[in-house]
Nanobody, 125 residues
Framework: QVQLVESGGGLVQAGGSLRLSCAASGRTSSDYVMGWFRQAPGKEREFVAALNWSGGNTYYAEAVKGRFTISRDGAKNTVYLQMNSLKPEDTAVYYC??????????????????WGQGTQVTVSS
């Protein structure tokens, strides 16, 4: 089993920044992908960014490219999402997810095996 615990959400004004953290514990595999998704009220969960843990490759949704950065700290088994130049449309619950036994970054939520509890990000205009 794998546990994912997120932190770092909050309320910020448009143009501001936040950093989300997701700490993983338990039986991760040697090859896995960690991703961030978000879900706004009345909308489907959507892909934000992901990182191949062993190789460090990253992939971003077009809506966040150039503003968000995903990174990892191997010693802490933690993945981060640095969010800059936040916009009101970034408001959502953000979820961390882990896709085990793979090096391929998938964009579909259904391919991920484990999920965090979610953290609210609210961007005011």
């Amino acid at each position: 089993q794998v546990q994912l615990v997120e932190s770092g959400g909050g309320l910020v004004q448009a143009g501001g920044s936040l950093r989300l953290s997701c700490a993983a514990s338990g039986r991760t595999s040697s090859d896995y992908v960690m991703g961030w998704f978000r879900q706004a009220p009345g909308k489907e969960r959507e892909f934000v960014a992901a990182l191949n843990w062993s190789g460090g490759n990253t992939y971003y949704a077009e809506a966040v490219k150039g503003r968000f950065t995903i990174s990892r700290d191997g010693a802490k088994n933690t993945v981060y999402l640095q969010m800059n130049s936040l916009k009101p449309e970034d408001t959502a619950v953000y979820y961390c997810a882990l896709d085990r036994y793979t090096i391929e970054i998938e964009l579909r939520p259904g391919t991920y095996d484990y999920w965090g509890q979610g953290t609210q990000v609210t961007v005011s205009s």
